[in-house]
């Protein structure tokens, strides 16, 4: 970790060597896995650094990814507010230990409970992340963990649905029938159940997976929905620059030993041609509750693609899969779990 620290830090200098200081940053998100398990006198010094090297908005946002079984409470808590650290992303996925083991996920839901009461103790803004379609767990347990976790002193839910990645442990158990994951349709069931009752607790959705209270949407998140430009620092981290798209090496040695030495650990770019830009607005824009702004979006088409994509559209409504408010395009409650069907017709 020391090591993996170093190399971070000069990254991060690197970056910031030469430039004249800019705006001000709005939102910082340590993620990428489990940054709780960060050691503390690691993550001083990371805030040193950024505090050093760049400006911070009187309000920025300060999100700190947190698995419940790799925290000390209450001092690590205590610290974690300290350095100015206003919102914790708590990766709940279930209640139900067995499961959780299934998952490699090294906690309890006793020491979710735990961490829930501590950190709402000392941070106005908690969100957890919850799994749909996990294996094991019927809808009758599902529909209690969303009861239970309504009730719970948090601003911010974030609800993906289960997804197997080729290659992975979960994948080989599906695969020999070891495990057997949710049935598709009764995904889709439970995810509508499950807006209902989290609207119906003042919990807005404003993002396909993201539901928050009034003033408590994740604003680092929203930069990636909006396209506006970003600087990720650390392995496999992503950049945009509102043109270009940026990857790091994500094999660990090689981008050790290249921040280090003060070279590029950038292994990959690509400059975004119309066609990808098109479809980033449409991909993003209907994954957000407030939809596609007709007068930002169709100037980028030209006269014969405007005439088909209207004419798709159109059709789209006839369907019930989208809807149109105040010149915004948007997906109907029906079309949330069709999205990306829904652009590969439009597009």
Same mark, same amino acid.
């Given at each position: 970790?020391? =090591? ?75 610290? !974690?507010?300290?350095?100015?650290? *206003? ?7 279930? +209640?139900?230990? =067995? ?21 709402? %103790? ?7 992340? +919850? ?20 009730? !719970? ?12 990645? %080729? ?37 807005? =959705? ?14 680092? *998140? ?25 990857? *790091? ?44 702004? !007709?007068?930002?979006?169709?100037? +980028?088409?030209? =006269? ?15 369907? %019930? ?27």
């Amino acid at each position: 970790m020391e =090591q993996y620290h170093k190399a971070l830090v000069a990254e991060i200098r690197k970056f910031c060597a030469g430039r004249i200081s800019a705006q001000p940053i709005s939102t910082i998100f340590f993620g990428g896995g489990t940054p709780s398990t960060y050691p503390d006198e690691l993550l001083l010094d990371m805030f040193g650094t950024l505090r050093e090297l760049f400006v911070f908005e009187p309000n920025i946002e300060i999100t700190l990814e947190v698995n419940p079984g790799t925290v000390r409470l209450p001092d690590q808590l205590h610290m !974690w507010r300290s350095l100015g650290i *206003n919102r914790l992303s708590i990766g709940v996925q279930s +209640l139900k230990d =067995q499961v959780l083991k299934k998952l490699n996920r090294h906690q309890t839901a006793q020491q979710v409970f735990s961490l829930i009461e501590h950190a709402s %103790e000392l941070f106005e803004n908690v969100s957890v992340d +919850l799994i749909l379609g996990l294996p094991e767990i019927t809808p009758a347990e599902w529909k209690e963990l969303i009861t239970q976790v309504v009730a !719970w002193p948090i601003k911010h839910i974030s609800l993906y649905f289960l997804t197997v990645h %080729e290659d992975t442990p979960l994948y080989f158990k599906v695969k020999k029938k070891e495990v057997v994951i949710t049935d598709d349709a009764e995904m889709v069931d439970l995810y509508h159940w499950s807006r209902e009752r989290l609207a119906h607790h003042g919990f807005v =959705q404003y993002e396909m997976s993201n539901f928050a209270r009034s003033g408590f949407a994740c604003r680092h *998140n929203q930069v990636y929905w909006q396209r506006l430009a970003y600087k990720g620092f650390g392995l496999g981290a992503c950049s945009f620059d509102g043109e270009c798209r940026f990857e *790091n090496d994500k094999r660990l040695l090689v981008y050790l030993e290249k921040a280090i030495a003060g070279q590029s650990v950038i292994s990959y770019n690509e400059q975004l041609n119309r066609q990808q830009i098109i479809l980033e607005h449409l991909m993003l824009g209907l994954r957000r509750a407030v939809g596609i702004d !007709w007068a930002e979006f169709l100037p +980028l088409l030209n =006269q014969s693609e405007r005439v088909k994509f209207q004419e798709r559209v159109a059709v789209l409504k006839q369907e %019930e899969l989208l809807r149109e408010v105040d010149g915004k395009l948007m997906l109907t409650p029906q079309g949330l779990v069709l999205e990306n069907e829904i652009v590969v017709r439009l597009l």
